[in-house]
């Protein structure tokens, strides 16, 4: 893939972007919205709304996702051997807000079940993802999690997708 053309005085300044503009490029990328679950100390459910989901290998199945380090979340996920990650439809856009929100009994709606290792899983979802977790690695002010995929479920359902920091609908392309 070709570079641009950057003359050599300029590429001796080039400089890290500032967050606020390296957010606002990556916000270009639409992405699918999932609800990432664990069972917490005690049991507890834990979830949080994240678009860092994706795909890594199909032999053997691993996804990943990320997490922040300074996320109240972090150490339920990090002591949790399995996790779910359900993949938001078009229809759940108001518990995708809800999941991303850190107040009051996040699990008060939708229609939840046990999953693998006691992780939540929604109902409705366009996908779902259960997973035991292969590895957790830090990676500047995340943690990636990596997950093989024991079981799923696939609905013929369209996703809700994120760009550009607004909830958006999939359409096809005549």
Known sequence: ???PDIPAS?????LPPPP???RAALGRFATGVSIITCAGPGGAPVGLTANSFSA???DPPLVLWSLRLASSSLAAFDA???FAVNVLAESQVDLSRRFAASQGDKFAEGAWGPGLGNAPVLAGCAAVFECEVATRQVAGDHVLFIGRVLRLADLAVAPLLFQGGHYRML???L
């Open 10 to 14: 300029a590429a001796a300044a080039l």
């Open 1 to 3: 893939m070709p570079t």
């Open 56 to 58: 890594l290998s199909l």
């Open 80 to 82: 949790a051997p399995h």
């Open 20 to 22: 606020q503009a390296l």
């Open 171 to 173: 359409g096809e392309v």
